[in-house]
Each structure stands twice: as C-alpha cells, then as structure tokens.
C-alpha cells in the first residue's frame, strides 16, 4: 500500500471514528450529561465535605447536609423559574401589542407598498406568529426541559453522593492498582484537574452572582420590567464562554425598546451593562481567577458550538470545564503533550 493511500485510509478511519464519538455522545446524553453535571456539582461540594469532616463531623451527617443543601438549592431554583415564566405570560400582552405598534409604524416610516407589505407578512408573518400562541409553544419548551432535568435529578444526585465519598479513597486505590511511576502520575494528573476546576467554579460562580446582583440593582433602579428575572439570567448565561453575556445584553436591550418610549434610556441601559461586563471580565475576573484553564478561545468557542450541538444549552455552559479536564489530561501525558500546547493560550516553556 502507497504513502497516500495509507494516508488516505487513516484520514477516512478518524473522520469515521469521530463521527462514532459524537454519535454516541447524542445517544447517550440521558447518561453522560447528568454524569458530568455531577462531576461539576462534586466539585463545587467536596471542599465543604472536606470542612465538615474535619470538624469530626460522621461522614454519613456530612452527606446527609449536603443532600438537603441540594434540594433546598434546586427548589428554589425551581420556584424562581416558575415564577419568572408566570409573570412572562402575564405581561406579554402588553409587550405583544408593542411590537405590532411597531411592526406597523416601520411600515408607514418605509412607505411600503402593498405588494411590499403583503411580501413582508408572508415573509415573517408577524402578527400571525405572536397570535397563534408562539409563547406558549416556548414556554412548553422550556418546561420540558426544566421536567427532563428535573426527572434526571435523582440521578445527579446518586452520583454526587457516590463522587464525594469515594473522592477520599482514590489516592488510595491509584496506589495499590499501578506502579509508583503511574500511581503518581495519575494522583498528579487528578491534583491539577480539581485545583483547576475548584477555581475555575468557585471564581466563576462568585464573580457572576456579583455581577448579576449589580446588573438586577441598576436595572431595577432604571425602572426595567423583570429586572429580576434579567439578573438571573445573566448569571446562568454567564457560565457560557463568549457569547452568553452578550445575548443576555442583546435580550435586555430589545425589551428595554419595547418598554421605553425612544431610545436614549435603552442606549444607557446597554452602556452600563458593557461597562459591567468588561470590567468583570476582563478587569477583575483575571485577577481573581488567574489563567489556571488557559485554553485558546478558537478552543473555546469550537468547543462551545460543538458542545452546544451534542448537548444543547448545558453542554455549551459544560464547555469550559470538560475542554479543561481534557487539556489536563494530555499535558500529563508525555505522548499527547503536544496538543495540550497547541490547546493553550499562552504556553509557557
């Protein structure tokens, strides 16, 4: 067999083997995804897990705080959603007739024809699509998602309890199951992926709940219709590198549109928040968190359209962590360093 054909079959056996990968990815997101999810909730718990056992609290009372933590965390959350969904409902009307007000002085602005008009609505059919109950279409949508991880919640939950307390032994059996070489290596290997994520996720959580206690406090004080609901959502959109923040902003700006008359307070209102966001982000959140992760943002925004495409919305948020755990991984590897390096944003010698 020739150089190129040789070239040609490995070339077509990765594309294959790729294509595997993602399929099983899809397949299997009932699985994976509650199971990384727990992975990041681990994360976020066995440093309390860690305190409360070193105050000679029993391991069993330990988990028991941690369960109930959990719930109280995810029954609030729970409410809140609900809550914001309701009040959505409740006012879109107002915001429905608005945007037709709109629709239509745009259209005596242009001095459309009716042929252009009668185009336009078949084109985008507006009025139609806010009639025909295209919020409830969303809003179902999105309460299917809340149900499907809520119903798989039983099971983040048995793998976070299964993940902390077994987090103590793994040193352990790493130590009787390879040699010391390995044992090490692999003890190192875990060391670095936990340092990283613990600062990765508590930094991240911390600097995203301030902001978005800012962000609800000065849209509250401009006077914005849920600007609870906004602050909330620039929390979780937050978690999603490069683009969340920004549609978070986008969002805000088209309802501020609609319930302000003209566009000076919504043109302050977008100032503010960008001003908010860039000094978190690239003013306090790099000194507070450092460059542990250091991963290309190419990486990162293909692993958010990747992740996003396999795992919707929560694997675009899980992006950040999985690409960090990976680029962990091959830099403790001698064979696959080299493309740990080529992951990283700036690559030290």
């Known amino acids: 067999m020739s150089n190129n054909s040789l070239k040609f079959v490995n070339f077509t056996a990765a594309v294959l083997l790729i294509g595997f990968f993602v399929f099983i990815l899809i397949q299997l997101q009932s699985i994976l995804l509650p199971f990384f999810l727990a992975v990041i909730i681990s994360f976020v718990f066995l440093p309390l897990y860690n305190f409360l056992n070193s105050k000679k609290i029993p391991a069993a009372v330990s988990m028991i705080i941690i369960v109930l933590l959990l719930l109280v965390l995810s029954n609030v959350t729970s409410i809140f959603i609900y809550a914001s969904i309701n009040a959505i409902v409740n006012e879109f009307p107002v915001y429905e007739k608005k945007v037709i007000e709109i629709y239509d002085k745009l259209i005596v602005y242009f001095d459309l024809s009716a042929e252009e008009i009668a185009s336009i609505n078949n084109s985008l059919d507006i009025k139609n699509l806010l009639m025909q109950g295209s919020l409830t279409n969303l809003i179902t949508g999105i309460l299917t998602n809340i149900t499907t991880l809520m119903g798989n919640y039983i099971l983040i939950m048995f793998y976070v309890i299964f993940m ?11 130590e009787l199951a390879f040699t010391e070489e390995k044992s090490n290596l692999l003890k190192e290997t875990l060391k670095h992926i936990f340092e990283g994520l613990k600062d990765y996720i508590s930094g991240k959580t911390l600097l ?19 600007y609870f609901i906004w602050a909330f959502l620039f929390f979780l959109t ?24 003209g566009i000076l307070t919504p043109i302050i209102i977008v100032i503010v928040l960008i001003v908010i966001q860039n000094l978190k982000g690239n003013v ?36 950040v962590p999985i690409m960090s755990m990976l680029k962990i991984i091959l830099m403790n590897i001698p064979a696959t360093k080299p493309i740990a390096i080529l992951m990283s944003n700036n690559p030290k010698k």
């Open 208 to 226: 995203s709940f301030i902001q978005s206690i800012l962000i609800g406090l000065f849209l509250w004080i401009m006077n914005v219709d849920f």
């Open 164 to 174: 902390i307390t077994e987090a103590d032994s793994i040193e352990k059996r790493t």
């Open 238 to 261: 937050d978690f999603i590198p490069n683009i969340g923040s920004m549609l978070a902003t986008i969002l805000v700006a088209l309802f501020a549109l609609l319930q302000f008359d």
């Open 284 to 319: 306090i959140e790099p000194r507070v968190m450092g460059a542990k992760l250091d991963l290309s943002p190419l990486l990162l925004f293909f692993s958010l359209v990747f992740w996003g495409y396999v795992w919707g919305v929560v694997g675009m948020i899980l992006s």
